[in-house]
C-alpha cells in the first residue's frame, strides 16, 4: 500500500547550501478562496491502518510522540472502493479490516483517554482512538484517504457515469462522515463514526496510467476524474447544510484533497490541474519514491532539486505551470528511505550499480527514519548530503533518506515558494520523540 513511481536516471552530487542559493524565487499563483489556507501552513501525517499489528503504532503514539500536537491534518490510510463501485469497510482479508477501524477493543495502555475499550461500545479501534484524540487536540483534523497504491483498483469503474459516480461517492459520504457503519455485535450502527472524520483524501493512483498491476485505467479516467471530485465537493457541500451550525456560527466545512503524482506524464493523463483545483482545498505532492530500491543502480528517492531527474522542485513547477495555486500544494516528504546493497563503485555510493535491497527489519529495501538515524550515528556509515538530499554509504550498502538537516532546507523552501505545507508518508516512521515532525512544524509554525 506504500507509494511508487516510475524510474528514471539517477542524479548527479551537487552541493545543498549552493542549490540554497540558487533556489527560484516565489512564484505568486493561487486564488482567493479561503484566507484561512493561506494563513496557516498544513502539517499533514499518514497514520496507517496496518501499523497497530506489527509496528505496534498506535493512535496513542501520536500523542505520546508530540506529532498530534504539531500536526494540522491525520490522513487515515486507507478506505477501500468495491468491485461495484462503493466504499467498502467490510470484505475479504487483505480487502478490508473493520477489526482494526472501529471493532478492536483497545485496552488502557494503549488508550488515547487510557480508558479500556468496553464490549457494549458502539465505536472502539482506531476510529475511537481518533476521536479521543480529536478532543483532546482542537483543531486537529482527519481525512480518510481512499485508494493508495494497492487499493486503487475499481476507482475507474466506480466513476464511469454520473449515476455511479453519484452512488460512489454517497456510499463514502454515508461510512466515514456520515458514520454508518455496519453492524457487529456492539458495534456500528448509523453515525456510530460519526465526527471522526473531518473530509476525504483521494489516493487514486492513477486515473489515466498504470498503477498496481490489477488496477483497472482508461483514458477517459482524466475527465471523469474531475466529475467525481465537483460530485464529492459538492455532496460534502449539501450534507454540511444539512447540520447545525457550529458553536461559531459557522457551517463546517468538510475538506477535500488528493494525494498527486511527480511524473509531468501522469499528470496530464489524468489531471484537469485548473478545474480540480477550483474544488480541492488542496493536494498532497508526491514527493518521494522518485527511486526505489528496486532498481538495478542507486538513486535519490526524495531529492529537493535535481538535474535531468524527478525532483520536488519540479513536482511543484509542474503542477505550477499547469495552474494549480501556490497555497494548495502541499510537499510530500518521507519518513523513511530506500536502500540498496552490494553498491559497486565506491566513491560516496551514488549512481552505482547494486545487487539487490538493502536488508531492513520490516521490508527489503524500505527502512523507517528512526532506524536511519541509528545507522547514521554508529559511525559505520558516512552522511553525505546534496541536492536537498541525504544517503547513507558504508562501502557496501546505501540509504536514501530526508533528515532534519534536509527537512530544514525543504521547509524554507516551502515558505519561500508560498506553498501550502508539509505532509508525512507515514508517522510511524518517525523516532519516538517526533523528531521529524518537530523539525517541520518548526520550519513551517503556525501564523
Not at 493536494?283 to 524527478?310: C, I, M, P, R, W
Not at 558516512?382 to 536537498?388: L, Q
Not at 544517503?391 to 525543504?410: E, I, M, S
Given at each position: 500500500?506504500?507509494?511508487?513511481?516510475?524510474?528514471?536516471?539517477?542524479?548527479?552530487?551537487?552541493?545543498?547550501?549552493?542549490?540554497?542559493?540558487?533556489?527560484?524565487?516565489?512564484?505568486?499563483?493561487?486564488?482567493?478562496?479561503?484566507?484561512?489556507?493561506?494563513?496557516?501552513?498544513?502539517?499533514?501525517?499518514?497514520?496507517?491502518?496496518?501499523?497497530?499489528?506489527?509496528?505496534?503504532?498506535?493512535?496513542?503514539?501520536?500523542?505520546?510522540?508530540?506529532?498530534?500536537?504539531?500536526?494540522?491534518?491525520?490522513?487515515?490510510?486507507?478506505?477501500?472502493?468495491?468491485?461495484?463501485?462503493?466504499?467498502?469497510?467490510?470484505?475479504?482479508?487483505?480487502?478490508?479490516?473493520?477489526?482494526?477501524?472501529?471493532?478492536?477493543?483497545?485496552?488502557?495502555?494503549?488508550?488515547?483517554?487510557?480508558?479500556?475499550?468496553?464490549?457494549?461500545?458502539?465505536?472502539?479501534?482506531?476510529?475511537?482512538?481518533?476521536?479521543?484524540?480529536?478532543?483532546?487536540?482542537?483543531?486537529?483534523?482527519?481525512?480518510?484517504?481512499?485508494?493508495?497504491?494497492?487499493?486503487?483498483?475499481?476507482?475507474?469503474?466506480?466513476?464511469?457515469?454520473?449515476?455511479?459516480?453519484?452512488?460512489?461517492v454517497r456510499s463514502c459520504i454515508d461510512i466515514y462522515i456520515k458514520g454508518d457503519l455496519p453492524v457487529d455485535g456492539a458495534r456500528?450502527?448509523?453515525?456510530?463514526?460519526?465526527?471522526?472524520?473531518?473530509?476525504?483524501?483521494?489516493?487514486?493512483?492513477?486515473?489515466?496510467?498504470?498503477?498496481?498491476?490489477?488496477?483497472?485505467?482508461?483514458?477517459?479516467?482524466?475527465?471523469?476524474?474531475?466529475?467525481?471530485?465537483?460530485?464529492?465537493?459538492?455532496?460534502?457541500?449539501?450534507?454540511?447544510?444539512?447540520?447545525?451550525?457550529?458553536?461559531?456560527?459557522?457551517?463546517?466545512?468538510?475538506?477535500?484533497?488528493?494525494?498527486?503524482?511527480?511524473?509531468?506524464?501522469?499528470?496530464?493523463?489524468?489531471?484537469?490541474?485548473?478545474?480540480?483545483?477550483?474544488?480541492?482545498?488542496?493536494?498532497?505532492?508526491?514527493?518521494?519514491?522518485?527511486?526505489?530500491?528496486?532498481?538495478?543502480?542507486?538513486?535519490?528517492?526524495?531529492?529537493?532539486?535535481?538535474?535531468?531527474?524527478?525532483?520536488?522542485?519540479?513536482?511543484?513547477?509542474?503542477?505550477?505551470?499547469?495552474?494549480?495555486?501556490?497555497?494548495?500544494?502541499?510537499?510530500?516528504?518521507?519518513?523513511?528511505?530506500?536502500?540498496?546493497?552490494?553498491?559497486?563503485?565506491?566513491?560516496?555510493?551514488?549512481?552505482?550499480?547494486?545487487?539487490?535491497?538493502?536488508?531492513?527489519?520490516?521490508?527489503?529495501?524500505?527502512?523507517?527514519?528512526?532506524?536511519?538515524?541509528?545507522?547514521?550515528?554508529?559511525?559505520?556509515?558516512?552522511?553525505?548530503?546534496?541536492?536537498?538530499?541525504?544517503?547513507?554509504?558504508?562501502?557496501?550498502?546505501?540509504?536514501?533518506?530526508?533528515?532534519?538537516?534536509?527537512?530544514?532546507?525543504?521547509?524554507?523552501?516551502?515558505?519561500?515558494?508560498?506553498?501550502?505545507?508539509?505532509?508525512?508518508?507515514?508517522?510511524?516512521?518517525?523516532?519516538?520523540?517526533?523528531?521529524?515532525?518537530?523539525?517541520?512544524?518548526?520550519?513551517?509554525?503556525?501564523?
Amino acid at each position: 500500500m506504500r507509494r511508487r513511481n516510475l524510474v528514471r536516471t539517477a542524479v548527479a552530487a551537487a552541493s545543498l547550501s549552493l542549490l540554497a542559493t540558487l533556489a527560484p524565487a516565489a512564484v505568486a499563483h493561487g486564488d482567493r478562496d479561503n484566507d484561512d489556507d493561506r494563513r496557516s501552513y498544513k502539517r499533514i501525517g499518514y497514520f496507517t491502518q496496518w501499523g497497530v499489528y506489527g509496528r505496534d503504532f498506535q493512535v496513542k503514539d501520536l500523542d505520546t510522540s508530540g506529532q498530534a500536537a504539531r500536526l494540522s491534518h491525520i490522513n487515515y490510510a486507507f478506505g477501500n472502493v468495491s468491485p461495484d463501485g462503493k466504499c467498502m469497510i467490510q470484505g475479504p482479508a487483505g480487502e478490508a479490516d473493520p477489526w482494526a477501524d472501529y471493532q478492536r477493543p483497545v485496552p488502557a495502555a494503549d488508550s488515547v483517554d487510557g480508558v479500556t475499550d468496553t464490549w457494549d461500545q458502539k465505536l472502539a479501534g482506531n476510529f475511537n482512538e481518533l476521536k479521543e484524540l480529536k478532543a483532546k487536540h482542537p483543531g486537529l483534523k482527519v481525512m480518510i484517504s481512499l485508494g493508495g497504491w494497492s487499493w486503487s483498483t475499481h476507482f475507474s469503474n466506480a466513476v464511469l457515469t454520473k449515476e455511479k459516480r453519484e452512488a460512489f461517492v454517497r456510499s463514502c459520504i454515508d461510512i466515514y462522515i456520515k458514520g454508518d457503519l455496519p453492524v457487529d455485535g456492539a458495534r456500528g450502527g448509523a453515525g456510530a463514526a460519526a465526527g471522526v472524520f473531518d473530509g476525504i483524501d483521494l489516493d487514486w493512483e492513477w486515473p489515466g496510467s498504470s498503477g498496481e498491476d490489477d488496477t483497472i485505467y482508461r483514458p477517459e479516467d482524466k475527465k471523469n476524474f474531475t466529475a467525481v471530485v465537483r460530485e464529492f465537493r459538492e455532496q460534502l457541500d449539501d450534507y454540511a447544510k444539512s447540520q447545525p451550525r457550529q458553536k461559531d456560527g459557522k457551517r463546517k466545512h468538510y475538506e477535500l484533497s488528493a494525494f498527486v503524482p511527480t511524473a509531468p506524464a501522469k499528470i496530464d493523463a489524468g489531471f484537469e490541474v485548473r478545474k480540480l483545483m477550483k474544488d480541492f482545498d488542496f493536494v498532497n505532492l508526491q514527493g518521494y519514491d522518485f527511486h526505489v530500491s528496486g532498481e538495478k543502480t542507486t538513486a535519490q528517492q526524495s531529492a529537493l532539486y535535481a538535474k535531468d531527474d524527478f525532483s520536488v522542485d519540479q513536482t511543484v513547477n509542474d503542477w505550477l505551470r499547469r495552474g494549480a495555486p501556490a497555497h494548495k500544494l502541499v510537499v510530500g516528504m518521507p519518513a523513511y528511505g530506500q536502500g540498496w546493497t552490494g553498491v559497486k563503485g565506491g566513491g560516496d555510493g551514488m549512481g552505482q550499480p547494486a545487487e539487490k535491497p538493502a536488508p531492513a527489519k520490516f521490508q527489503p529495501g524500505f527502512e523507517d527514519y528512526k532506524e536511519l538515524k541509528k545507522l547514521a550515528e554508529s559511525g559505520q556509515y558516512k552522511v553525505y548530503r546534496a541536492y536537498g538530499q541525504a544517503w547513507l554509504f558504508d562501502g557496501n550498502t546505501l540509504w536514501t533518506y530526508d533528515d532534519p538537516t534536509v527537512l530544514r532546507a525543504k521547509t524554507k523552501y516551502i515558505r519561500d515558494k508560498g506553498l501550502g505545507g508539509a505532509m508525512f508518508w507515514s508517522l510511524d516512521g518517525d523516532t519516538a520523540d517526533g523528531e521529524l515532525m518537530r523539525t517541520v512544524a518548526r520550519g513551517l509554525p503556525r501564523r
